[in-house]
């Protein structure tokens, strides 16, 4: 039996996917109304303006997140990095998608403020679980020591981000698995 998604919810699906092909400032609640063959007031039911949207969605990309991280936590360090690796090798191979949090960050000067906010909070949240990835491998001595967890949370997280935008504009996937193997070399040191 499969359950019958509301508008709200095939709205958030339609300017997730929106969101991914053509960034955040790329679409309109008029091409949100159109893709789901509705009016554009009846989205105002729903949210309030296209920002509500844009809040809505990077919440929805935090309650995702947690329940990945939390699906990746009885595999070891290198398991969970290759695994954040893999997500965005996956995004890479379906027509050329971004994550949409990376999405978001490319276009973060030009975001309403309310959004800034939401999303720096987001990146707080994947750099304390990146954190702790690190220092689980630094306490297992798999992962090298002589840097902070910190700097190597923010290198792989800038690497993981970048290496989609690599496979992109090459139209080469593959460049992220290239990347990967590289995060885990300078991680093991």
């Not at 949210?47 to 935090?62: A, H, M, N, Q, V």
């Not at 403020?113 to 679980?129: D, V």
Request: hydrophobic share 40%.
């Amino acid at each position: 039996m499969s359950v019958e998604l509301g508008t709200k919810q095939k709205a958030l699906r339609e300017a997730n996917s929106l969101l991914q092909k053509f960034g955040y400032n790329g679409f309109s609640f008029q091409h949100v109304a159109d893709s789901l063959g509705i009016k554009k007031p009846s989205l105002y039911a729903h949210f309030e303006s296209k920002e509500d949207l844009g809040l809505d969605l990077i919440e929805s990309y935090k309650q995702w997140l947690g329940q990945w991280s939390e699906s990746m936590s009885e595999l070891d360090p290198e398991q969970r990095i290759s695994a954040y690796f893999d997500m965005f090798y996956k995004f890479s191979q379906k027509g050329a998608l971004y994550c949409p949090i990376a999405s978001l960050n490319a276009e973060a000067f030009t975001l309403p403020s309310s959004m800034k906010k939401k999303l720096k909070l987001l990146y707080e949240s994947q750099l304390n679980w990146m954190k702790k990835i690190i220092a689980d491998g630094q306490e297992q001595t798999t992962f090298r020591s002589d840097l902070s967890s910190e700097e190597m949370a923010e290198f792989i997280l800038s690497l993981g981000m970048g290496s989609q935008f690599l496979g992109r504009i090459s139209n080469e996937a593959d460049k992220v698995k290239m990347l990967k193997r590289h995060a885990i070399l300078f991680l093991k040191g």
